[in-house]
T-cell receptor, first 113, second 116 residues
Framework: NAGVTQTPKFQVLKTGQSMTLQCAQD?????MSWYRQDPGMGLRLIHY???????DQGEVPNGYNVSRSTTEDFPLRLLSAAPSQTSVYFC????????????FGSGTRLTVV | SQKIEQNSEALNIQEGKTATLTCNYTNYSPAYLQWYRQDPGRGPVFLLL?????KEKRKERLKVTFDTTLKQSLFHITASQPADSATYLC???????????????FGKGTKLSVKP
């Protein structure tokens, strides 16, 4: 099993550009989420999903869109990149239910110039 | 708002000693709490989960306690090794998905360095 796969690993964007961060998992997990990690801020939840067709906002959703058309994929879209979105982005998945830990991807390091 | 505090940003200990990391939370009553390890440039890795009715949980050299009265969890690594050097994150969690209570809320982490 590959687990949670994130692409790309690194990306540089210009202010105002849009892009999609990809996340795929092969564990048939119902729950998926996106976090961003900034120095001194810890991990902050952007968006999450509890199943195909169901998404909801986390703590810092502004400037980001998500969709969940399949169980496996949960892409994160940056609509118009801003320097404040420079961060490391992690995708995580788990089975539904509070007894399960999250499986994280290896992250996407995004720089917006 | 919900707040998670881990006792210190960095903890340095000597190999063979027990490392104790603290996680305090406020404005929050999690039914479960998880601990993760994160190495530089990598995503967090799940270590342990403890429920509110479990005072203590062990896994090999790891031990976690959960005191809902003090609103605190302690994470212990016994007989620590240089390979245990990493950042450790605590993450309380609520009962249900839907709303911030149901997702993991992460502390900023404690960076543990174990010196030989």
């Amino acid at each position: 099993n590959a687990g949670v796969t994130q692409t790309p690993k690194f990306q540089v964007l210009k202010t105002g550009q849009s892009m999609t961060l990809q996340c795929a998992q092969d564990m048939n997990h119902e729950y998926m989420s996106w976090y961003r990690q900034d120095p001194g801020m810890g991990l902050r939840l952007i968006h999450y999903s509890v199943g195909a067709g169901i998404t909801d906002q986390g703590e810092v959703p502004n400037g980001y869109n998500v969709s969940r058309s399949t169980t496996e994929d949960f892409p994160l879209r940056l609509l118009s990149a801003a320097p404040s979105q420079t961060s490391v982005y992690f995708c995580a998945s788990s089975r539904l239910g509070v007894d399960y830990g999250y499986t994280f991807g290896s992250g996407t390091r995004l720089t917006v110039v | 708002s919900q707040k998670i505090e881990q006792n210190s940003e960095a903890l340095n200990i000597q190999e063979g000693k027990t490392a104790t990391l603290t996680c305090n939370y406020t404005n929050y009553s999690p039914a479960y709490l998880q601990w993760y390890r994160q190495d530089p440039g990598r995503g967090p890795v799940f270590l342990l989960l403890i429920r509110e009715n479990e005072k203590e949980k062990r896994k090999e050299r790891l031990k976690v306690t959960f005191d809902t009265t003090l609103k605190q969890s302690l994470f212990h690594i016994t007989a620590s090794q240089p390979a245990d050097s990493a950042t450790y994150l605590c993450a309380p969690r609520g009962m249900n998905y839907g709303g911030s209570q149901g997702n993991l809320i992460f502390g900023k982490g404690t960076k543990l360095s174990v010196k030989p």
